[in-house]
């Protein structure tokens, strides 16, 4: 190192030497600072101390010490100084790719090989208004599509002509969101989640595929590389960041990044308070917006009742957010992203302080913990020597209402941001001395400066204001200037041209004191409580799971639903969630003293009731309708935990169902077993664990959309076309299971000299198909298209899962019950649309008795309350005994989703998922009176009276909290503006299935 030094110094001289000798005072380095006397905050936890620091060629040459001879020196006595913030995510606008090239991907949503710094740069007003709030540093990033692009971290500067942005990183992370299309392909979250895995297996796929071109050339590709697969290929060690509209998105993508290996950071939407402890699990960063949500409004009766008390506890709770996930262990960033108003920045982190995220947090998460994801900690986020001079001068306290922020150095240029602060010339005072003005009155606010004498007030020009200097000009003639300065407490000046009497000489004496300004940001905040909150939030959420438990529930009649039929007087035993004892009352072994024993006596149990057919808790869109076959979409990806209709279910005796994808295609999405887990902390934690996969299919008038309103160009528009699109895809999907086969029984050696097959997800699914290893449910009505897809699966050697609706099911019962596990129909729909003519009430009945395995199913959040009463159709219409009716919603749906070995029967061994009933359960005027999932109490009457009380008191204290806060807000006046409030852009925008064409009935 002295080598090195003593080095450098010799050279330094020998270039000096060369010029001629000085010949005057010794130029002072433009760019040499010595800042002395401010309290230097040298990093988060560190204690302010009274420091010089020298910044020189941009960088922090010293923190301590003397100020060096030469160095422009700079007084900041009275001012903080702290490392300047860093934002960690700047949108910024950047050209959209020419559609005319060959090499780009063939989706326009993914646009991966983007990069910020072909963007104009952030604007000029932009850049200023982050001077204010203190950032020096950015990370700017692409803005629209799903794959945006590539971020790179700028200095703020303000660039001079022509120069570009100061880069301090050039690749600092990719960028990706679940945006969806408004008039194409992705239309649905699931969908848009398929698309970014199937691209992100296509970079893996490119990478496989470019390896063995290296190794042999012979190999590469005659077409255009394409510039997205590259572009992912090449930055796949880059950090993966996700924009996440809501606390949900944002558990999505942990997935996403765990199935392929990418280092996660998520930019929040500000209610991850709402999952805190599912996010905590995975200890992936946070970038979190202090973006919190308007007041509802609640300015009348009417506006009060449309406010449900989830928005009311989110609005209240928001501010929280930052603190809950800092106590979850997670690491936080903030971003000024999402305020509509970025000057309320400073107000906001006072709210999330307020709420118990400390000084030392707070400065973390604006400086040093955004430099660390980003890559550029060794750069900025601290004061030390080497680092990038990237500095703030603050007034005040810092953080804090008292702040104001003075400078801030930027890379070691200087923006002064506002002046010093006033030094007590602020206020009234009578000035004498004035030609022609007896016992003037002098008024200074800030840099409003006017003057009076009695019902005289002159128009002042030139007016220039010093911290303790005023000057103006005086109309009329002569032109005369007038100056004015502090002298202690009182004023001296001057006026020039003096009058023709007198020296000029001014003096003033205060008579009225400046009154304190109010903090521009204060708002006047109380913090919420910052107690548990209840999972899902909302009126009906829990404290969590439920533990399970032993206990006993005797004296009720026992709906077996296996070769029992109804034990009466029975008796259950649970333990560890299981069924230990199923049977007559008096065969019930001897109970613990700790075991509680319910008496049931006079009512009747269940196996909870399943459904077959349900689109409950899908988030964003049941259909992904862009396209014709979409059997890459999942279900599971975007089950969502949060929908108060599990719980409206669980009321009414169901434990679990089959989340199915619209039909709006041919061939739709895969399907999601589940149980109705209420209050899971995940949204995995519902998925029915080892329970077969399944895909929808879809035959009749919704795939080809025969009812739609528009235009209808998108094949097929035919049932001839339905079919053959089928068998295409079926003969796809057997070349690329035989092609994937071919490939793995390769020697090592052999396989170097071929390119690996892609990986397919829409064929993987469907060759899962062919293998049995994954079930049809097809939406389906006419027998004529129930055969056709028969014949179908006989050629291809699969038996299919269910027929769905299959309301002409009676007229082909036979082979149904030779082609498929099972019909799972409608009780008695009929009617709707043209294709239904033939359906008939009796359909159920008539499948039975030929022998088929029949269920009921909803088909909707409201029909699934009742699905007790849906099996007693059965009885009605066809005369099924009652005991087997009740196996059309429990026993058989188990078996159609081959999960019967688990649940549906009250057989020992089995899960306790369990339903309480007042009566006979086939009865209209039954009701449930309590329900289990896996040995849990998830609902009963007792609970939901506790609820409703809890939730009518909680109301009440939140709207009038609401109306406090100034009643009516500024509400925007559209519905596209109103959801760019942060309560509306977390929420979830689930469309319920309804009965059009894009997925109807």
């Not at 795939?703 to 003969?731: C, H, I, K």
């Amino acid at each position: 190192m002295l080598r090195a030094a003593t080095a450098s110094l010799l050279l330094c001289a020998c270039v000096v030497a060369q010029g001629p000798p000085p010949n005057g005072p010794r130029q002072v380095a433009p760019d040499w600072w010595a800042l002395e006397g401010a309290a230097v905050v040298r990093a988060p936890g560190r204690a302010p101390e009274e420091l010089t620091v020298v910044v020189r060629d941009g960088r922090i040459q010293q923190v301590g010490g003397t100020a060096p001879e030469g160095a422009t020196r700079i007084d900041c006595r009275g001012l903080t100084m702290l490392p300047a913030f860093v934002e960690p995510f700047l949108p910024v606008d950047v050209p959209a790719l020419d559609a005319q090239t060959g090499d780009r991907h063939w989706h326009p949503m993914l646009q991966a090989e983007r990069h910020a710094l072909e963007s104009p740069g952030v604007p000029l007003a932009e850049r200023e208004l982050l001077w204010r709030l203190g950032f020096a540093t950015a990370a700017v990033v692409p803005t629209g599509g799903i794959l945006k692009g590539t971020a790179a971290v700028v200095q703020l500067d303000a660039p001079a002509d022509g120069e570009r942005p100061r880069v301090l990183r050039s690749h600092a992370y990719e960028l990706a969101s679940l945006q969806l299309s408004r008039d194409g392909h992705p239309n649905s979250e699931m969908g848009a989640i398929a698309l970014l895995r199937q691209t992100l297996a296509d970079a893996r796929w490119f990478e496989r595929s470019r390896a063995a071109a290296a190794g042999n050339p012979a190999l590469a590709p005659d077409a255009p590389v394409s510039r997205t697969l590259q572009a992912l290929a090449d930055h796949w060690q880059l950090p993966f960041w996700f924009d996440a509209q809501d606390e949900l998105q944002a558990l999505r993508a942990q997935r996403i990044a765990a199935e392929f290996g990418r280092s996660l950071v998520v930019v929040g939407s500000g209610m991850e308070f709402r999952r805190s402890q599912a996010l905590a699990a995975s200890k992936a960063a946070m970038v979190v917006p202090l973006a919190f949500p308007e007041a509802p409004d609640v300015s009348s009766a009417a506006a009060a009742e449309q406010v449900s008390l989830r928005h009311l506890q989110s609005w209240e709770q928001a501010p929280t957010n930052a603190k809950r996930l800092l106590d979850a262990g997670l690491t936080l960033a903030f971003t000024t992203a999402r305020l509509r108003d970025r000057a309320q920045f400073h107000a906001r982190l006072r709210d999330a302080m307020a709420c118990g995220v400390a000084a030392d947090q707070a400065l973390a998460a604006l400086t040093t913990a955004p430099a660390q994801l980003l890559g550029i900690d060794h750069l900025v986020g601290t004061l030390e020597v080497g680092k990038v001079a990237s500095l703030l001068l603050v007034a005040g306290a810092p953080l804090q209402s008292t702040m104001a922020v003075r400078e801030v150095w930027i890379g070691g240029r200087r923006q002064i941001v506002t002046p010093p602060a006033d030094r007590g010339l602020d206020g009234t005072w009578s000035v004498s001395g004035l030609p022609d003005l007896a016992a003037a009155a002098l008024s200074v606010q800030g840099n409003q400066v006017t003057l009076r004498s009695g019902d005289t007030e002159p128009k002042l020009g030139s007016v220039q204001r010093e911290p303790a200097r005023v000057s103006f000009r005086l109309p009329g003639e002569p032109v005369r200037h007038v100056a004015l300065w502090l002298e202690g407490d009182s004023l001296a000046g001057q006026v020039l041209p003096p009058p023709a009497t007198g020296d000029g000489a001014l003096a003033g004496t205060r008579t009225q004191a400046a009154a304190p300004k109010p903090d521009p940001v204060a708002t006047g905040f109380v913090p919420p409580d910052l107690g548990p909150l209840p999972v899902p939030l909302g009126g009906f959420g829990t404290n969590g799971p439920t533990p399970a438990s032993t206990f006993a529930i005797v004296g009720a009649d026992l709906w077996t639903c296996d070769a029992r039929g109804i034990v009466r007087n029975g008796a259950v035993l649970v333990r560890e969630g299981k069924l230990a004892y199923v049977g007559p009352r008096e065969g019930l072994p001897p109970l613990p003293a700790d075991v509680p024993a319910l008496d049931a006596t006079g009512k009747h149990l269940t196996p909870g009731l399943i459904d077959c057919h349900s689109h409950t808790g899908i988030s964003r869109g049941v259909n992904e309708s862009g396209e014709a076959v979409t059997a890459e979409v999942r279900v599971q990806d975007v089950i969502d935990p949060d929908d108060v209709n599990w719980y409206r279910q669980l009321a009414g005796g169901v434990t679990a169902v089959n989340q199915l994808h619209g039909s709006a295609n041919a061939i739709g999405g895969q399907s999601s077993t589940v149980k109705l887990r209420w209050g899971a902390l995940h949204p995995d934690d519902l998925r029915y664990a080892g329970a077969p996969e399944g895909i929808k299919f879809a035959l009749g008038e919704n795939p080809r959309r025969a009812n739609g309103s528009g235009a209808n160009n998108r094949y097929p528009n035919t049932r001839m076309g339905v079919e053959a699109l089928l068998r295409d895809r079926f003969a796809a999907a057997t070349a690329y299971r035989d092609a994937h086969a071919a490939y793995e029984a390769l020697p090592p050696a052999a396989r170097a000299r071929v390119l690996p097959p892609r990986r397919d997800l829409e064929l993987e699914a469907l060759a899962e198909v062919l293998a049995g290893t994954r079930r049809i449910h097809c939406h389906s009505y006419r027998q004529d298209e129930i055969g056709m897809l028969a014949e179908l699966a006989r050629q291809h050697g699969f038996v299919i899962g269910t027929f769905q609706h299959v309301l002409e099911g009676y007229k082909v019962a036979d082979l149904i019950a030779k082609s498929a596990v099972g019909a799972s129909s409608f009780s008695d729909w009929w009617a709707y649309k043209f294709e239904v003519i033939d359906a008939i009430p009796e359909n159920g009945a008539i499948l039975h008795e030929a022998g088929v395995l029949v269920s009921f199913n909803s088909d909707s959040n409201e029909h699934a309350r009742r699905l007790n009463t849906e099996a007693g159709k059965a009885v009605k219409y066809g005369r099924v005994p009652p005991a087997e009716a009740l196996c059309f919603v429990t026993r058989n749906p188990a078996i159609q989703l081959g999960i019967f070995e688990r649940t549906g029967s009250l057989t020992a061994g089995k899960d306790a998922d369990l339903a309480l009933w007042s009566g006979d359960p086939l009865t209209y005027s039954t009701r449930c009176e309590a329900t289990w999932v896996d040995g849990r109490l998830l609902f009963s009457l007792e609970q939901d009276r506790n609820h409703r009380q809890r939730i009518a008191a909680e109301r009440q204290r939140l709207l009038a909290k609401a109306a406090q806060s100034g009643g009516k807000p500024d509400q925007p006046s559209s519905e596209a503006a109103r959801r760019q409030d942060a309560y509306w852009r977390a929420e979830h925008s689930t469309h319920h299935y309804c009965c059009d064409c894009q997925g109807g009935r």
